[in-house]
């Protein structure tokens, strides 16, 4: 069964308040989404996006990690 997510969150939205969302499709590669404004500034999600990322790193291995690793995107 293909789960398409586009479709399944806009089902999930119509009765939220985000007025945007952002879904990235590991599999494919793909970026699905409705950006309600224009201007994005694609730094600052990338940013936000490493951030959660560090942080689900840190809970994954309960805080047990060297400091000094560094964590970028490729």
């Known amino acids: 069964m293909t789960l398409n997510l586009s479709e399944y969150y806009k089902d999930y939205l119509k009765n939220s ?7 990235y499709n590991n599999a ?6 409705n950006i ?10 990338a940013k ?9 790193l840190m809970e994954d291995t309960s805080f047990d990690i060297n400091l000094d690793t560094k964590i970028y995107p490729y």
């Open 17 to 23: 308040k985000a007025t945007s969302f952002i879904i």
């Open 36 to 45: 309600n404004d224009i201007k994005v500034n694609i730094r600052s999600v």
């Open 28 to 33: 494919d590669k793909t970026i699905t989404g």
């Open 48 to 56: 936000t996006i490493m951030t959660l990322t560090a942080f689900k």
